[in-house]
Nanobody, 116 residues
Protein backbone atom coordinates (compact mmCIF):
# COMPACT_ATOMS: atom_id res chain seq x y z
CA UNK A 1 0.00 0.00 0.00
CA UNK A 2 1.08 3.55 -0.70
CA UNK A 3 -0.15 6.82 0.74
CA UNK A 4 -2.19 8.85 -1.72
CA UNK A 5 -2.68 12.58 -1.22
CA UNK A 6 -6.12 13.75 -2.37
CA UNK A 7 -7.31 17.33 -2.64
CA UNK A 8 -9.95 19.50 -4.25
CA UNK A 9 -13.27 18.44 -2.78
CA UNK A 10 -15.81 20.89 -1.45
CA UNK A 11 -19.23 22.47 -1.84
CA UNK A 12 -20.36 23.67 -5.25
CA UNK A 13 -23.65 24.76 -6.75
CA UNK A 14 -25.33 22.72 -9.48
CA UNK A 15 -23.73 23.52 -12.82
CA UNK A 16 -20.45 24.42 -11.19
CA UNK A 17 -17.00 22.88 -11.49
CA UNK A 18 -14.42 21.28 -9.24
CA UNK A 19 -11.00 19.76 -9.84
CA UNK A 20 -9.80 16.81 -7.79
CA UNK A 21 -6.15 15.85 -7.57
CA UNK A 22 -4.36 12.81 -6.25
CA UNK A 23 -0.61 12.30 -5.92
CA UNK A 24 1.18 9.01 -5.47
CA UNK A 25 4.78 8.86 -4.27
CA UNK A 26 7.24 9.67 -7.08
CA UNK A 27 9.10 6.49 -6.18
CA UNK A 28 6.15 4.25 -6.99
CA UNK A 29 6.97 1.70 -9.67
CA UNK A 30 4.90 -0.25 -12.13
CA UNK A 31 1.80 1.91 -12.18
CA UNK A 32 -0.90 0.37 -14.38
CA UNK A 33 -3.96 2.53 -13.79
CA UNK A 34 -4.92 5.53 -11.72
CA UNK A 35 -8.50 6.50 -11.22
CA UNK A 36 -11.36 7.88 -9.24
CA UNK A 37 -14.29 6.10 -7.64
CA UNK A 38 -17.14 7.54 -5.60
CA UNK A 39 -19.57 6.44 -2.96
CA UNK A 40 -22.80 8.27 -2.28
CA UNK A 41 -24.71 7.82 0.99
CA UNK A 42 -26.48 4.47 1.04
CA UNK A 43 -24.90 3.33 -2.22
CA UNK A 44 -22.01 1.12 -3.22
CA UNK A 45 -18.69 2.51 -4.40
CA UNK A 46 -18.68 2.97 -8.17
CA UNK A 47 -16.15 3.75 -10.85
CA UNK A 48 -16.01 7.33 -12.06
CA UNK A 49 -12.99 7.37 -14.38
CA UNK A 50 -9.65 5.66 -14.89
CA UNK A 51 -6.56 6.32 -16.95
CA UNK A 52 -3.99 3.74 -17.92
CA UNK A 53 -0.23 4.07 -18.20
CA UNK A 54 -0.77 4.41 -21.94
CA UNK A 55 -3.28 7.21 -21.29
CA UNK A 56 -6.33 5.19 -22.27
CA UNK A 57 -9.31 6.60 -20.40
CA UNK A 58 -12.52 5.01 -19.20
CA UNK A 59 -15.56 6.84 -17.85
CA UNK A 60 -18.82 5.92 -16.20
CA UNK A 61 -21.72 6.69 -18.53
CA UNK A 62 -23.14 9.12 -15.98
CA UNK A 63 -20.10 11.42 -16.21
CA UNK A 64 -19.15 11.17 -19.88
CA UNK A 65 -18.91 14.59 -21.49
CA UNK A 66 -18.78 16.33 -18.10
CA UNK A 67 -15.70 14.90 -16.36
CA UNK A 68 -12.15 14.65 -17.69
CA UNK A 69 -9.38 12.56 -16.16
CA UNK A 70 -5.73 13.38 -16.80
CA UNK A 71 -2.25 12.70 -15.45
CA UNK A 72 0.86 14.79 -14.98
CA UNK A 73 4.02 14.25 -17.05
CA UNK A 74 5.60 12.12 -14.34
CA UNK A 75 2.44 9.97 -14.39
CA UNK A 76 2.28 9.79 -10.61
CA UNK A 77 -0.52 12.34 -10.15
CA UNK A 78 -4.03 12.12 -11.49
CA UNK A 79 -6.62 14.87 -11.82
CA UNK A 80 -10.37 14.84 -12.33
CA UNK A 81 -11.91 17.95 -13.83
CA UNK A 82 -15.62 17.92 -13.05
CA UNK A 83 -17.87 20.31 -14.94
CA UNK A 84 -21.64 20.76 -15.08
CA UNK A 85 -21.96 19.15 -11.68
CA UNK A 86 -25.30 17.75 -10.62
CA UNK A 87 -26.74 16.97 -7.22
CA UNK A 88 -26.40 13.27 -8.00
CA UNK A 89 -22.63 13.74 -8.21
CA UNK A 90 -22.58 14.33 -4.45
CA UNK A 91 -20.38 11.64 -2.93
CA UNK A 92 -17.07 10.86 -1.32
CA UNK A 93 -14.53 10.53 -4.12
CA UNK A 94 -11.66 8.07 -3.71
CA UNK A 95 -8.41 7.93 -5.61
CA UNK A 96 -7.15 4.49 -6.61
CA UNK A 97 -3.89 3.23 -8.07
CA UNK A 98 -2.98 -0.23 -9.29
CA UNK A 99 0.46 -1.58 -10.14
CA UNK A 100 1.80 -4.55 -12.06
CA UNK A 101 3.01 -5.93 -8.74
CA UNK A 102 -0.54 -6.39 -7.49
CA UNK A 103 -0.71 -3.26 -5.36
CA UNK A 104 -4.22 -1.79 -5.15
CA UNK A 105 -4.19 1.36 -3.01
CA UNK A 106 -6.97 3.74 -2.01
CA UNK A 107 -6.94 7.30 -0.78
CA UNK A 108 -8.91 8.36 2.29
CA UNK A 109 -11.52 10.12 0.17
CA UNK A 110 -12.58 13.70 -0.42
CA UNK A 111 -16.16 14.90 -0.11
CA UNK A 112 -17.87 16.58 -3.04
CA UNK A 113 -21.22 18.20 -2.27
CA UNK A 114 -23.32 19.66 -5.06
CA UNK A 115 -26.09 21.77 -3.62
CA UNK A 116 -27.71 25.15 -3.95
Amino acid sequence: QVQLEESGGGLVQPGGSLRLSCAAPRSIAGLVTMGWYRQAPGKERELVATISRGDTTNYADSVKGRFTISRDNAKTAVHLQMNSLKSEDTAVYYCNVKTIYGMDSWGKGTLVTVSS
